[in-house]
C-alpha cells in the first residue's frame, strides 16, 4: 500500500470505510439486540430459547465481520467510479488480513489529512 495510490484515491477511500462503519454499527446493531432478546428469554425462565438467540447472535457476528469488506465492495460495485478503489482494496487483500487492511487504511489516511494543507 503506497502514500500515492491512497492520496489519489482519498475521496473513494473516505466513502468505502464510511460504507464500512455503516454495516458494521449494522451488525453491532443486529447482534445486540440478539443478545438482549437472549437475556430477556433468559429472565423470563426460556432458557433454551436463550441458548439459541445468544448462539445465533453470536455465529452471526464471528462469520459476518468477515464479509463486511466483501459486503462494502459490493455496494460499491454499483457506481463504476469505485472501480479503482475496489481493485485497489482486493489487491491489498490479497496480502493482508481484512482487519490489517482496515487498521492500515485508518492510519493512513489521518496521516495524509494531517499532512495536507
Known amino acids: 500500500m503506497n ?5 489519489q484515491l482519498l475521496p473513494e477511500l473516505k466513502i468505502f470505510l ?7 454499527l449494522l451488525l453491532i ?3 445486540f439486540t440478539g443478545y438482549s432478546s437472549a437475556a430477556w ?5 426460556q432458557t433454551s430459547f436463550a441458548v ?8 452471526l457476528f464471528y462469520f459476518a465481520k468477515r464479509q463486511l469488506i466483501n459486503l462494502s465492495c459490493y455496494y460499491l460495485k454499483q457506481d463504476p467510479r469505485y ?8 489487491k491489498n487483500l490479497l496480502k493482508k488480513s481484512g482487519q490489517d487492511l482496515i487498521v492500515q487504511l485508518h492510519k493512513a489516511l489521518q496521516v495524509i489529512q494531517k499532512n495536507s494543507p
Open 29 to 31: 446493531i443486529i447482534t
Open 52 to 59: 439459541l438467540s445468544a448462539s445465533l447472535s453470536f455465529i
Open 18 to 24: 464510511d460504507t464500512f462503519r455503516r454495516f458494521s
Open 83 to 90: 472501480d479503482q478503489t475496489i481493485h485497489f482494496i482486493q
Open 41 to 45: 428469554l433468559w429472565l423470563n425462565s
Open 3 to 7: 502514500r500515492q495510490e491512497i492520496v
